[in-house]
C-alpha cells in the first residue's frame, strides 16, 4: 500500500519552533519531488514548499521565505519541514505530497500524485 504519513505537528508558541515529517511507506520517496501544502480554516489549501527528488532544488512561498527549510533524507525514505519563528497565521493542517513526474508549478495541487493525511499546526500563546 502506497502511503505517505506526516508527523510532527502539535500546539507552539508564537516564535517557536516545530519539524514536520513526511515518511513515505510502499514506495521510494527518493524518486519523487515532494511538496508541503497547508490549509487554514476557512481558506484553500496552499502550496509552501517543494523540494526535488535529489534535494537539489527547493521552492518556498513567500509567506514561509526565511523561516522555513524543507530537506530531505532519502535513505529514511523522509521529507522533513524544519518551521522556525512561528506565526499565529500559521495555524493549519499541513500535508506532504509526493510527485513522480514534476512538470509544472510546484505549488499547485494537480501536479502531485500521493498526499498524506495531514498533521494539525496550532501556533497559538
Do not use: H
Not at 527549510?69 to 518551521?83: E, G
Amino acid at each position: 500500500q502506497l502511503q505517505l504519513v506526516e508527523s510532527g505537528g502539535g500546539l507552539v508558541q508564537p516564535g517557536g519552533s516545530l519539524r514536520l515529517s513526511c515518511a513515505a511507506a510502499g514506495f521510494d520517496l527518493g524518486y519523487y519531488a515532494v511538496g508541503w501544502f497547508r490549509q487554514a480554516p476557512g481558506k484553500e489549501r496552499e502550496g509552501i514548499s517543494s523540494i526535488s527528488s535529489s534535494g537539489g532544488r527547493v521552492n518556498y512561498a513567500d509567506s514561509v521565505k526565511g523561516r522555513f527549510t524543507v530537506s530531505r533524507d532519502n535513505a529514511k525514505n523522509t521529507v522533513y519541514l524544519q518551521m522556525n519563528s512561528l506565526k499565529p497565521e500559521d495555524t493549519a493542517v499541513y500535508y506532504c505530497a509526493a510527485d513522480w513526474s514534476p512538470a509544472g508549478s510546484w505549488s499547485s495541487e494537480a501536479e502531485y500524485d500521493y498526499w498524506g493525511q495531514g498533521t494539525q499546526v496550532t501556533v497559538s500563546s
